[in-house]
C-alpha cells in the first residue's frame, strides 16, 4: 500500500507559479495510476490531472489545460504539479491520489489519498 504527502502549496498573486509534490512511499510510484484533485469550499472534489504508469498518458481538466503540467520522477518516487498563470478560482485544496486501475479520470478508482495542500490565488 502506498502512502502519499502533498506538499508545495502556499499563497500567491494572480498570474503567479507554484509547483506542487506529492511524494510516494511504501510502494513505488510506478505501480499506480496518479492524479491531483482539487476542492474548493462548498464544492465538490474535481478532477485536475492525471497520468498514467509509465508517464506517456496525461489528462488536464479543460480549466487547466495549457497552464499546469503533471508529471512523475520515479527515481525519487514523487510526482508533480506545476502551475503557472494562476488564477484565484484555482484556489482549493489539493489532494494527490494513485489508483491500481488505468482508468485515469473515474474518482471511485483512486484509493489512495495524500491529506491535501492549500492553494490560494489572490486577485
Known amino acids: 500500500q502506498v502512502q502519499l504527502v502533498e506538499s508545495g502549496g502556499g499563497l500567491v498573486q494572480a498570474g503567479g507559479s507554484l509547483r506542487l509534490s506529492c511524494a510516494a512511499s511504501?510502494?513505488?510510484?510506478?505501480?499506480?495510476?496518479m492524479a491531483w484533485f482539487r476542492q474548493a469550499p462548498g464544492k465538490e472534489r474535481q478532477l485536475v490531472a492525471a497520468i498514467g504508469r509509465s508517464g506517456g498518458r496525461t489528462y488536464y481538466a479543460d480549466s487547466v489545460k495549457g497552464r499546469f503540467t503533471i508529471s512523475r520522477d520515479g527515481a525519487k518516487n514523487t510526482m508533480y504539479l506545476q502551475m503557472n498563470s494562476l488564477k484565484p478560482e484555482d484556489t482549493a485544496v489539493y489532494y494527490c491520489?494513485?489508483?491500481?486501475?488505468?482508468?485515469?479520470?473515474?474518482?471511485?478508482?483512486?484509493?489512495?489519498w495524500g491529506q491535501g495542500t492549500q492553494v490560494t490565488v489572490s486577485s
Open positions: 491520489a494513485a489508483t491500481d486501475g488505468v482508468m485515469m479520470t473515474i474518482y471511485s478508482q483512486y484509493h489512495y
Open positions: 511504501g510502494r513505488t510510484i510506478s505501480d499506480y495510476t
